[in-house]
């Protein structure tokens, strides 16, 4: 088998392995071509297809990093001294500055610093919640895209089979 035999044989297989836009394409040959011109002609029409589609199924489509994952590590770098334990530390030191209560003043920086601590997380939460759903709509566009660049492959597929004589369902 030559090297042409062996590519188209790859293509043929890669085709029907590979769906255009979720269909498996069949091509039967009407005049009763052979299967060595069967493979010519289905490598020839894959490769016509995606020159008019720009779009090719037999390319894997490669899943970026998650973005979920990256805004979970940055969640959990939030500032140290944050939160109870720095509103405490600033509040008593506010108050030994100012000869007050000091224990009055680690108990209102507490409280002040937890309650920055959850506007912070209720911002952060807020803005990683539009990441997502921006995330998200940017993946439906992409799929449309794609389903549509498919229907293209399938019907240049089909165009160019048929005019080849065969029937393509």
Known sequence: MNLFHRIGLAIVIAIAAAPAAGQQLYAYPKAGQPPDQQQRDRYDCHTWAVQQSGYDPTQAQAQPASQQQQMQQQAGQGR?????????????ARAAVMDNDVGKGAAMGAAGGML????????QESAQQ???????????????????????YRRAFTACMEARNYSVR
Do not use: H, L, N, W
Not at 116 to 123: A, I, S, T
């Open 80 to 92: 140290p001294g944050g939160g109870a334990a720095g509103g405490a530390g600033q509040g008593a």
């Open 130 to 152: 539009k990441q997502q759903q921006m995330k998200m709509q940017q993946q439906q566009a992409t799929q449309q895209q794609q389903g549509q660049k498919g229907d293209g």
């Open 116 to 123: 920055r601590k959850r506007m912070q997380e209720k911002k």
